[in-house]
Nanobody, 117 residues
Framework: QVQLVESGGELVQTGGSLRLSCAAS????????VGWFRQAPGKEREFVAR????????AYADSVKGRFTISRDNAKNTVYLQMNSLKPEDTAIYYC??????????WGQGTQVTVSS
């Protein structure tokens, strides 16, 4: 099993920045990829970013490319999502997912990001 705890979400103004954290425990953290997803009110959960086990490969949704950066610190069992130039449409609950791409995968409880216009 993998336990995931997200943090860092808050209310921020348009153009502001936030850094989300996803702390993992359970299985060996450096063995698996991790993803970030988000769900806005009334919408389906959507992919935001993912990072491979070593941090050498990343991928982003087109809507966040160039503004968001995913990274990981395997020594701290933590994945980060640096979000810059935030827009009101980034408002959502952000979820951590791991192992990303696995048939047996886990989700955190989510952290709320609200971007005011």
């Amino acid at each position: 099993q993998v336990q995931l705890v997200e943090s860092g979400g808050e209310l921020v103004q348009t153009g502001g920045s936030l850094r989300l954290s996803c702390a993992a425990s359970g299985r060996t953290f450096s063995n698996y990829a991790v993803g970030w997803f988000r769900q806005a009110p009334g919408k389906e959960r959507e992919f935001v970013a993912r990072i491979n086990w070593s941090g050498s490969r990343t991928a982003y949704a087109d809507s966040v490319k160039g503004r968001f950066t995913i990274s990981r610190d395997n020594a701290k069992n933590t994945v980060y999502l640096q979000m810059n130039s935030l827009k009101p449409e980034d408002t959502a609950i952000y979820y951590c997912n791991a192992p990303y791409g696995s048939t047996e995968t886990y989700w955190g409880q989510g952290t709320q990001v609200t971007v005011s216009s």
